[in-house]
């Protein structure tokens, strides 16, 4: 069991907080823990808005491709997964965890007890009208048919033909769904984790901003107050 400072920064889907993220890690010359349960695998890219190859170089992300969609997954195998990724971030280098999975941010803070005894450390999360987020849902499934979402799901099932039950649940992978079905579970999902972090996180809410820069101002000041937060990798 290994114990790190880190600034965390967590959100519903589109609620930009991966921009805002990588700009202020950038600054800091942090690495980037992604605390997103579909991030994990392999080959889910442009349905996922997976950061781009480049992005995960210069942040040395952890998180992201660790097993296929025929693999199950869960909140331990992701703890020891980014317990193996942090030892490879020198201890002078800042790490930032950036995600919207609730569960993940749980058990880094609080460990795997269900019950949950331990009192929740407040952390950030971004705060966003939901109409705006479903405004960027929508044009951010634009953006993803155009790049072959299609595409990469047929290859995805050609590769896979049997998916493990977790990976099963990514959004816009399974047979027949279409753009409508896809932007309505997606929304779905947005409100599902608002209500997470709502009822099973202390929030420190950060209203989004006009610009991810304006945005990251608000992090930058709550970071300054609040962290950075003591995380437990096991």
């Given at each position: ?16 907080k991966?921009a805002?993220?990588a ?6 010359g ?15 890219d442009i ?6 190859p ?11 491709d ?9 909140a ?20 930032v ?15 795997l ?16 009208d ?18 072959g ?13 049997v998916?493990s039950?977790t ?31 709502r ?35 096991v």
């Amino acid at each position: 069991m290994a114990r790190r400072d880190a600034y965390l920064l967590a959100g519903a889907t589109a609620s930009g907080k991966s921009a805002v993220a990588a700009l202020l890690a950038r600054e800091m010359g942090a690495a980037i823990l992604n605390a997103d349960s579909m991030l994990v695998y392999k080959g889910m890219d442009i349905g996922t808005a997976k950061p781009s190859p480049a992005e995960r170089a210069e942040f040395r992300m952890g998180g992201i491709d660790l097993v296929t969609p025929a693999e199950e997954f869960s909140a331990g195998a992701w703890l020891r997964a980014a317990a193996a990724w942090a030892e490879t971030i020198p201890a002078e280098t800042p790490i930032v965890i950036v995600g919207g999975t609730g569960l993940y941010f749980s058990a880094l803070l609080r460990g795997l007890d269900r019950a949950w005894t331990k009192p929740p450390p407040e952390y950030p999360v971004l705060q966003i009208d939901r109409a705006v987020v479903r405004a960027r849902i929508a044009a951010r499934l634009d953006d993803m048919f155009l790049s072959g979402l299609e595409r990469e799901k047929a290859e995805l099932h050609r590769l896979y033909p049997v998916w493990s039950r977790t990976a099963a649940l990514a959004i816009g992978y399974r047979d027949g769904d279409d753009r409508e079905k896809i932007y309505v579970r997606t929304c779905q999902l947005a409100k599902r984790q608002d209500t997470w972090f709502r009822h099973q996180a202390t929030a420190i809410y950060v209203p989004v901003g006009a610009t991810a820069e304006e945005t990251a101002d608000r992090v930058r000041a709550v970071w300054r107050t609040h962290g950075p937060w003591s995380v437990t990798f096991v």
